[in-house]
């Protein structure tokens, strides 16, 4: 097992899913940022073979559809929080 790091698209907003590739069966631990951008880290098993999974943010007093989706972690940006999901 390894920990690694995964970058948060920019595009991955309200609605909008993006894709990260990790391996499959990662274990998310949390969301920080880290040199002003936002980062997922995990433990993964580096042998295993990679897989899409999908994500997005959602903004302090945003309104969404919060259906089949899991809270990852919270993270602040300037004035931006910003709360991840991923779809499940």
């Known amino acids: 097992m390894e920990i ?3 970058p948060i ?6 609605s909008v899913f993006a894709e990260i590739k990790m391996p499959s069966g990662a ?4 969301v920080q940022m880290q ?11 580096p042998e295993a073979d990679r897989e899409e999974r999908l994500f997005t943010v ?3 007093g945003q309104e969404f559809a919060g259906t089949s989706m899991k809270y ?8 931006f929080v910003g709360h991840v999901f991923e779809l499940t």
């Open 72 to 79: 990852i972690g919270t993270y602040q940006k300037n004035w």
């Open 35 to 45: 040199n002003g951008e936002p980062m997922i880290w995990a433990t993964v098993n």
């Open 9 to 14: 698209p920019e595009r991955a907003f309200g």
């Open 27 to 30: 274990e998310i631990l949390c």
């Open 58 to 60: 959602i903004g302090t």
């Open 4 to 6: 690694w790091k995964f």
